[in-house]
């Protein structure tokens, strides 16, 4: 069973920057892809960015390009998730997910392994 692990979650001023970390288990070799999430009060789990494990393919949402970056260690089963000019609409808690099967990656139903997640405010 592939088991999640966020970290580097917290509280910035709009403008500033975080790198989000993902550690993933020995058995991510299973997984297609790796994604982030996030989910903000009110709202649904929208898709953030992904990565595939063997082609390194990336994916990113509209709302981030150009200010998020997502690369993959699979040396150390890790997913990062770089966040520059972040922004208050940025606030939400982000969830780390892995997916066995090939797929769409932005659709939140693909994935079969979640994280607990780690809160990122961004205030204005």
Do not use: H
Not at 17 to 38: D, I, K, P
Not at 74 to 89: C, F
């Amino acid at each position: 069973q592939v088991q999640l692990v966020e970290s580097g979650g917290g509280l910035v001023q709009a403008g500033g920057s975080l790198r989000l970390s993902c550690a993933a288990s020995e058995r991510t070799f299973s997984s297609y892809a790796m994604g982030w999430f996030r989910q903000a009060p009110g709202k649904e789990r929208e898709f953030v960015c992904a990565v595939t494990w063997s082609g390194g393919s990336t994916y990113v949402a509209n709302s981030v390009k150009g200010r998020f970056t997502i690369s993959r260690d699979s040396a150390k089963n890790t997913v990062y998730l770089q966040m520059n000019s972040l922004k208050p609409e940025d606030t939400a808690v982000y969830y780390c997910a892995a997916a066995v099967s090939p797929g769409d990656v932005v659709v939140r139903y693909r994935y079969n392994y979640w994280g607990q997640g780690t809160q990122v405010t961004v205030s204005s």
